[in-house]
């Protein structure tokens, strides 16, 4: 059973995916090579609290929109994984706006 928020939640997770997703790129792509070439580690240690507080903030958001749109656990799970992977929150976003503007639509 969806809420009459669903959309709005989706949308946050969407906004909330793209901040998760950029921060693990920045960890990857910069603090990572600043402390293993240039002996840096303050990057890594900096980038990994905010990615790491960004992706507490994605499952909290992720667990909002489940609930706000009804999903199960099973259609909720693929989101989840998909944070796990460095680009993952932008493949997932496509079939999040899909869903969100479904929703819309609906309400």
């Keep these: 059973m969806t809420s009459p928020d669903s959309p709005r939640a989706i949308a946050r997770l969407r906004r909330v995916g793209v901040l998760e997703a950029i921060s693990f790129l920045l960890l990857l792509g910069i603090a990572m090579p600043l402390k293993y070439v240039w002996g840096e580690p303050l990057a890594v240690k900096i980038f990994g609290w905010i ?55 609906q309400g």
């Design 51 to 105: 990615h790491g507080a960004l992706f507490v903030w994605f499952s909290f958001t992720l667990l909002d929109a489940k609930l706000a749109a009804g999903w199960s656990v099973r259609r909720a799970l693929p989101y989840f994984i998909a944070a796990l992977l460095p680009c993952g929150p932008f493949v997932a976003d496509r079939s999040l706006r899909v869903e969100e503007e479904r929703l819309r639509q």
